[in-house]
T-cell receptor
Framework: KAGVTQTPRYLIKTRGQQVTLSCSPI?????VSWYQQTPGQGLQFLFE???????NKGNFPGRFSGRQFSNSRSEMNVSTLELGDSALYLC????????????FGPGTRLTVL | QKEVEQNSGPLSVPEGAIASLNCTYS??????FFWYRQYSGKSPELIMF????GDKEDGRFTAQLNKASQYVSLLIRDSQPSDSATYLC????????????FGKGTSLLVTP
């Protein structure tokens, strides 16, 4: 069974721009979660989607948003990029929600200049 | 206050030795705990999870949970250089919609 896929793998943007990241979960998995990983803060939960609905949200500003499509694929968007948004963005999928074991994708490395 | 705490290391052990990685958590409502391994430049991969007090063994790995002490550990027996990585402890929090709360990880170096 194919794992979680994320595109693109690397992105370079400048401050003020916006960016959209994509995640395709493991086949059959309906829950997609997003995490931000930085050296200073470690892995932090952004939000979780299930059946096209955001069920849980971490403590991030409204510039971070996401959505999920009917095929469970998910996108996250960051608007008005700041230097501090430079991070590895990880998507994790699970069968039916956060209560299930989560499997991570390879991540998207975002650099904001 | 960070909810999951880990010693950042690096923890250095010789090849063949037992590596002991520790983690404490503050949310008493946490019910399940996970250990992920992350190689440099890669994403976290699940090693094992534990829900109940006591030990859980999977091959060379043993997870230990003590809910009264709010303490989780991971033992790696017969450590190999390929085990050199950062090990992330995560607790599923009851006060955060069941999102995983991660520690910052412990760097393990297994020397030949």
């Amino acid at each position: 069974k194919a794992g979680v896929t994320q595109t693109p793998r690397y992105l370079i943007k400048t401050r003020g721009q916006q960016v959209t990241l994509s995640c395709s979960p493991i086949s059959g998995h309906r829950s997609v979660s997003w995490y931000q990983q930085t050296p200073g803060q470690g892995l932090q939960f952004l939000f979780e989607y299930f059946s096209e609905t955001q069920r849980n949200k971490g403590n991030f500003p409204g510039r971070f948003s996401g959505r999920q499509f009917s095929n469970s694929r998910s996108e996250m968007n960051v608007s008005t990029l700041e230097l501090g948004d430079s991070a590895l963005y990880l998507c994790a999928s699970s069968l039916s929600g956060l209560e299930d074991t989560q499997y991570f994708g390879p991540g998207t490395r975002l650099t904001v200049l | 206050q960070k909810e999951v705490e880990q010693n950042s290391g690096p923890l250095s052990v010789p090849e063949g030795a037992i590596a002991s990685l520790n983690c404490t958590y503050s949310d008493r409502g946490s019910q399940s705990f996970f250990w992920y391994r992350q190689y440099s430049g890669k994403s976290p991969e699940l090693i094992m999870f534990i829900y109940s007090n006591g030990d859980k063994e999977d091959g060379r790995f043993t997870a230990q949970l003590n809910k009264a002490s709010q303490y989780v550990s991971l033992l790696i027996r017969d450590s190999q250089p390929s085990d050199s990585a950062t090990y992330l402890c995560a607790a599923r929090g009851s006060n955060s919609g069941y999102a995983l709360n991660f520690g910052k990880g412990t760097s393990l170096l297994v020397t030949p």
